[in-house]
């Protein structure tokens, strides 16, 4: 696989540092961050830590821009000399800046990809959309590879990606607050915190696997489950009484309405 720069070492970056690492150690990657202290345990002979964003350029062929969305296009602008057409090719991560904004900085054809993964690259179980231009250097299969050692890869047009980065990245806060309330409402019907997340965590990866072993919908997993005036289903009603399913669709659709502005 080409050399992979990853411009940008905070959160999403530092995962699919620590993603590329697990499941690719033999690839050479070169990482940014202001303060590189935090990457120091990262570096080895096969990955680079720097604050010298223009050496990961001059030394990758894959650059992952994992920059926050108002320092992308400036970004971009400042280091457009050192971006060669004829070597790199662009992957960005950042939410709302399109693929025809890039290229119209770069001002050369160039290819580029916006990739859209979320935290959980940090142990391979990320899912990751991504949307291309034409790329002239065809490494499309070497984008892939990079975020399906991340977990797994959906190819989308680029006018949902908006919708990939609500549903996929800012999904894993929405679970994860599902999660809390779960544990909170296990230690008030008995359990301690530790158990009560151990066993909503298991609950959560079981559901989960469901769903992506039997191809089926919630809802047929969910009628397994329910049975005639059974604790479950009067459970579920209360929920959604009080506005479950419509406060988890609001909060979705909000977040687009976010980015869209």
Known sequence: MESIGIIGCGNLGLSILKGIQQKSPDVQVYASKRNIESLQEYANEKT????????VIQNSEILILSLKPYTLLPFLEEHAHHIDPRKHTLVSCATGITLDEITQVINQRIGVYRAMPNTASAV????????????PLSRSNSVSEI????????????????????????GIAYVLRF?????????????????????????MKGAAELIIENKTHPEEEIDKVTTPKGC???????MEHAGFSSALI???VTSFNKIER
């Open 48 to 55: 680079t830590v720097t604050n010298d964003n223009a050496a």
């Open 124 to 135: 391979n179980e990320s899912v990751t959309a991504i949307s291309s231009n034409q790329d």
């Open 147 to 170: 975020f399906e050692s991340l977990g797994t890869v959906v190819q989308i047009d680029e006018n949902l990606m908006e919708s990939a980065t609500i549903l996929g990245a800012c």
């Open 179 to 203: 999660m809390r309330a779960m544990i909170q409402g296990g230690i008030e019907v008995g359990f301690d915190a530790q158990t009560a997340t151990e066993i909503v965590s298991q609950t």
């Open 232 to 238: 479950t289903i009067v459970g579920l009603n209360e």
């Open 250 to 252: 609001k909060g979705i």
